[in-house]
């Protein structure tokens, strides 16, 4: 994966980082808080030759004391010094687990001795300490001298007295946080690694990149209030969901260009993903672009253009299809505009021989001599086949994903099932894409003013062309869309 991975599994997942970071400072904080503080005294001793003789005795003597401090370094553990100090300060434990809070240490370049105290008392932790030099100045007094009564040849002497600490040694709770964070941060891109590796489904152009390289004719964000008003006319004008159709129509125009057939299929993978809205608000917005159209509700199993758009049902493509009305007679016009609507009429038995009859594809064509556009609202592809038998009797095929909605092998089985029917696919429309993050579309154009002259449909898409960051439109063969929003 490039850089540009790493970063959208980051912004995909960034409120699982950041609950993993919380948790791992959460720990590090009990961990920190929960520890009974430790305290560690220390004293320092130096040891020396009690000698007065050359400057070459001296040398030497120093070379004897350098050789000794370590013996005396592990004498400090040894009963021999602890268990003087566990009976003066009536400690009650034994030499062996005091043993276990002493450490005593020593630079091979020096002949200074460090004994290091952990307690959790500050006070009792610097009086061991003290206790222990002291112990250890006896005790080595008495192992170094030649006899009984004779004087010892080495000499230690405590330079650093041992006193109370302030602050405690353990836990360290800066360090406790650090190792919270810094673990937290691991376990959570792990985790954003393990959920973007596992989760197959199609949020945004990236993802549609790992299984196709068709067209992106535009996307449409995801709005609150298309469940209850999806349809074009009644959002804004200037709405960034009005201005997306805008898009996907200018595109859609410059894809089917060359083609003899006027007719387009809109489908999707599985239902949910939003088709029928979609082909609803293209063929809306063809009308508004001063083209005459007409939408053909081709979902003979689960119509619903004409609850969208408020027309009567029963009588419309299947009544044509059987013989029973002409399909004038059944276009009913819908808007200000030039367009028209044939709802699906009454749901037959056999919706895909329906569809696939040499009926269904007079009727395409008596429509393609009619209107400029005809935009035809299909079943999904995967639970029948009638997309797919329609789809042969078109001019192209626009397939719509639902952003979270569909995965990857469900879109890869729509695909080939358009590429086994020879189906000739425009491009694709994502819909529901989230308004914030890593998949959202960025448009990048300008609002115009009411008062100023509206630019004409080619302006406008010279004016999107020119501004886009996105993909080049300099083929219109429908390889290179130039789409004038991206994905973030």
């Not at 105290?117 to 006070?123: E, I, L, N």
């Not at 030649?146 to 040849?153: F, K, W």
């Not at 973007?196 to 709005?223: W, Y």
Request: with cysteine; aromatic share 4%; hydrophobic share 40%.
């Amino acid at each position: 994966m490039e850089l540009n991975d790493y970063l959208r599994i980051l912004r995909r997942s960034w409120l699982l980082i950041t609950v993993c970071v919380g948790v791992g400072l959460l720990v590090g904080a009990v961990a920190s808080f929960a520890v009974r503080p430790v305290y560690t005294a220390q004293t320092k001793l130096f040891v020396a030759i009690q000698s007065s003789g050359s400057v070459q005795e001296l040398q030497q003597g120093d070379s004897f004391t350098q050789a000794r401090v370590q013996s005396y370094v592990e004498t400090v553990a040894e009963p021999l010094v602890l268990q003087p100090v566990v009976e003066s300060l009536d400690l009650g434990v034994t030499a062996a687990q005091l043993a276990k809070k002493v450490t005593a240490t020593a630079d091979p370049n020096t002949v200074i001795i460090t004994i290091a105290v952990d307690d959790t008392s500050p006070a009792q932790a610097a009086a061991i300490a003290q206790a222990t030099a002291e112990s250890l100045v006896q005790s080595v007094g008495g192992l170094e001298s030649p006899t009984e009564r004779g004087a010892s040849p080495v000499n230690l002497t405590v330079i650093t007295p041992a006193t109370a600490p302030s602050q405690p040694s353990a836990p360290n709770t800066w360090l406790n946080l650090a190792l919270g964070l810094l673990v937290g941060l691991g376990l959570g891109f792990g985790a954003a690694l393990l959920r973007t590796t596992l989760d197959t489904r199609v949020r945004g152009e990236a993802d549609l990149r790992r299984v196709s390289d068709a067209p992106l004719l535009g996307g449409i964000s995801f709005d609150t209030d298309a469940q209850a008003k999806p349809l074009l006319t009644q959002a804004p004008v200037q709405s960034p969901r009005s201005e997306s159709f805008r898009q996907l129509r200018t595109n859609l125009q410059f894809a089917h260009v060359g083609r003899e057939s006027k007719a387009v299929l809109v489908t999707s993978s599985l239902p949910g993903e939003g088709k029928s809205t979609t082909a609803a608000n293209l063929a809306i917005a063809i009308a508004q672009g001063g083209q005459s159209a007409v939408l053909v509700d081709a979902d003979l199993r689960r119509p619903r253009l004409d609850e969208y758009l408020g027309l009567e049902r029963n009588a419309g493509l299947t009544t044509a299809l059987v013989g029973r009305a002409e399909v004038e007679d059944l276009l009913q016009p819908w808007g200000p505009d030039e367009l028209y609507v044939l709802t699906a009429g009454q749901i037959p038995p056999n919706p895909s021989e329906l569809l696939g009859s040499d009926a269904m594809k007079q009727l395409i064509t008596g429509l393609e001599q009619k209107f400029d556009a005809v935009i035809i609202d299909a079943p999904p592809l995967l639970p029948v086949t009638d997309a797919a038998v329609l789809a042969q009797q078109v001019g192209g095929v626009v397939l719509v994903i639902g952003s979270s909605k569909v995965k990857l092998p469900d879109l890869q089985k729509s695909l080939g099932s358009l590429e086994m029917v020879n189906a000739d696919l425009l491009g694709v429309v994502i819909n529901l894409l989230p308004s914030k993050g890593p998949d959202a579309y960025a448009y990048a154009y300008g609002y115009y003013s009411y008062d100023s002259e509206a630019p004409s449909a080619m302006e406008d898409t010279h004016q999107i062309t020119r501004r886009s960051t996105g993909n080049s439109s300099s083929d219109i063969d429908g390889r290179v869309i130039g789409v004038s929003s991206q994905s973030a």
